[in-house]
């Protein structure tokens, strides 16, 4: 059966429903998403198996070297589950626990207990999963781009469902794009990274973008991510497996315990692209990070404050990138959502000089205010980039994207529109000047205002006031006298009229 994106959509979304009032909000994506994750890999394992008890026969047609998926332990298949109308909680548990027995890739993916939940009955759960079988969800039947926007639309709305807490993992997708047109021009075997993944949207992107944009397969590509939340990672790792890409996601803290690094130089592995949306203005383990292994915080002998830790990640970026001057073959470029603050803080001015005299600053991109779920301030984008072309050299472009032109208002927050993303790439790719929304500026000009990189210091962005026809202005001015005197002449006829002084 045939089935369109918006129709998946609306299907999937109504898992929601079947839940709803039987678990918080917050939790509809620790239930769902490995449901239909495990839906998806049932289906397609069970038409590969098919495929290969046909070839290989039954004592061989289940060896794992012969899938590209996880192998369905036997009893466990999709209709197996379907099939079962009591205690089932326990049997989904059991399901999800074989799984991960069968494929030791798994551990620590499915991190849901249905019997814990107790308001999820076998009534709902056993509507859940019968509601899931109405579409097959294997690649022939659902192409893996479809199937994985589809899952990436399920995960921003729960994000959404979960208003200010879902911003914690899910940034708005016009500025994931965004962040990947910046750093774009992609290669075969480049890697891509985001050390605090979230639900793996960025690298999502990434992928899309080489596949639709440049016609690039994005399975030779490399994608990597850390996350400290290990459910929201888990989803980051079932988000990469639904739309088909290969992908590590590791857990911990990226500042405090960095888990992707060269051993035997304690050094921090480098990538020709890193993606980031990190927790702004958030906590960060200053005390134990001043003798940092992997010299990462050492732009200046004070390091940033320890309830402010915004420099110490975009630090910690910086040093995951690909250098010529550390010997690497080429440049490596980033992208980081940044609060605004982080672009004039006085005391922090110390930090963009490191980053502006070492020329690794490429552009600062002003969005509006209101574009998260979970923050409300103005944010901009930050463009590193280690190797930047020779006519770029000793310059930042500034592009103000915070006017009205660049989005447009929802009920509850603001979206970029896509002309307003054109607008700005069109600009960064062109190394455009245009009046009040971008402009190159010498690194000179920044050093005069002691580094400080307030977009407004360098583009206006005042409204132009409107050129004065003085004539029309004075007509109208005497027209409105006129009118004056003739209303108060008739008041005097009136008062007089009354013997009223």
């Not at 050093?447 to 007509?475: F, G, H, M, S």
Request: hydrophobic content about 35%; overall charge negative.
């Amino acid at each position: 059966m045939a089935i369109s994106l918006e129709e998946l959509d609306s299907h999937l979304f109504k898992c929601a429903d079947i839940i709803r009032d039987a678990v918080d909000s917050t939790d509809y994506k620790e239930y769902i998403l490995p449901l239909v994750y495990y839906k998806s890999i049932s289906d397609e394992f069970e038409k590969q198996y098919e495929q290969n008890l046909e070839e290989y026969g039954k004592d061989f047609a289940r060896r794992q070297n012969l899938y590209d998926i996880p192998v369905v332990p036997e009893g466990y298949l999709w209709e197996d589950l379907r099939a079962v109308s009591d205690n089932v909680d326990q049997a989904l548990n059991e399901a999800f626990d074989a799984l991960t027995e069968e494929n030791p890739e798994l551990q620590g993916l499915f991190r849901a207990d249905y019997i814990d939940a107790a308001a999820l009955d076998d009534d709902r759960l056993g509507k859940l999963v019968e509601h899931l079988s109405k579409y097959d969800l294997d690649r022939d039947s659902i192409p893996p781009d479809m199937l994985g926007e589809a899952y990436m639309d399920l995960v921003r709305h729960f994000a959404e469902e979960e208003g200010k807490s879902g911003g914690q993992f899910f940034t708005p997708p016009q500025i994931v794009n965004l962040c990947v047109r910046l750093v774009d021009e992609f290669e075969d075997g480049y890697n891509f990274h985001d050390p605090t993944v979230g639900s793996g949207g960025m690298l999502i992107e990434a992928a899309r973008y080489y596949r639709e944009e440049q016609g690039g397969d994005p399975t030779k590509l490399k994608f990597t991510g850390q996350e400290i939340n290990p459910d929201i990672a888990a989803i980051a790792k079932m988000n990469l497996s639904v739309n088909g890409l290969e992908g590590t996601i590791k857990r911990e803290d990226s500042l405090s315990s960095p888990q992707f690094t060269n051993d035997d130089d304690n050094e921090l592995m480098r990538f020709d692209r890193v993606l980031a949306n990190f927790p702004f203005s958030a906590d960060w383990a200053k005390s134990d990070l001043q003798d940092d292994p992997y010299d990462r915080f050492d732009w200046h002998e004070k390091l940033p404050r320890a309830d402010r830790g915004d420099y110490a990640f975009i630090m910690h970026m910086a040093e995951q990138l690909n250098d010529p001057d550390r010997g690497d073959e080429s440049g490596g470029k980033a992208a980081i959502v940044i609060p605004h603050g982080v672009l004039f803080r006085k005391h922090e001015a110390r930090y963009r000089k490191h980053m502006l005299e070492n020329d690794m600053v490429e552009a600062i991109v002003g969005l509006p205010e209101n574009l998260f779920q979970n923050v409300g301030i103005p944010s901009a984008i930050l463009v590193l980039n280690t190797d930047k072309p020779a006519e770029r050299e000793g310059e930042v472009q500034f592009i103000h994207a915070a006017d009205e032109a660049f989005y447009e208002e929802l009920s509850n927050q603001n979206k970029l529109t896509d002309e307003g993303v054109d607008h700005v790439v069109k600009n960064f790719q062109e190394w455009t000047t245009e009046d009040r929304v971008s402009r190159t500026v010498s690194l000179d000009e920044i050093r005069e205002n002691e580094y400080n990189l307030n977009i407004a210091l360098y583009v206006d962005t005042t409204e132009p006031e409107e050129d004065i026809d003085v004539a029309e202005e004075l007509a109208k001015l005497r027209e409105k006298q006129a009118e004056r005197d003739e209303i108060e002449s008739r008041m005097t006829q009136h008062m007089e009229a009354l013997d009223y002084e």
